[in-house]
Nanobody
Framework: QVQLVESGRGLVQPGGSLRLSCAASGFTSNYYAIGWFRQAPGKEREGVSCISSSDGNTNYADSVKGRFTISRDNAKNTMYLQMNSLKPEDTAVYYC??????????????WGQGTQVTVSS
């Protein structure tokens, strides 16, 4: 059974740090591009960061550049999002996503259940 399970939810003060983890099971995640998304109350889900399957190239939303770092440990089939200098506007439910396009053109697209991050004093 394919699963992505996030962990690391928490309440943190502004300026603090938190690391989210996303453990994959039922598939080999190193063949997939990995992304972290977030959704704040009343807002649409937005992309935060992604890392490619091939060369490890990373991309970040402008709002988190220089503060967040995405990484993956293929040996552990786990992905991470290190979040530093957190701001109240980072408060959201964070989701990890694994995606790959097969040679046939079919898309494999998996989502975790989401984990709550709250930044507040």
């Amino acid at each position: 059974q394919v699963q992505l399970v996030e962990s690391g939810r928490g309440l943190v003060q502004p300026g603090g740090s938190l690391r989210l983890s996303c453990a994959a099971s039922g598939f080999t995640s190193n063949y997939y591009a990995i992304g972290w998304f977030r959704q704040a109350p009343g807002k649409e889900r937005e992309g935060v960061s992604c890392i490619s399957s091939s060369d490890g190239n990373t991309n970040y939303a402008d709002s988190v550049k220089g503060r967040f770092t995405i990484s993956r440990d293929n040996a552990k089939n786990t992905m991470y999002l290190q979040m530093n200098s957190l701001k109240p506007e980072d408060t959201a439910v964070y989701y990890c996503n694994a995606r790959r396009r097969r040679i046939s053109g079919a898309l494999d697209n998996y989502w975790g259940q989401g984990t709550q991050v709250t930044v507040s004093s």
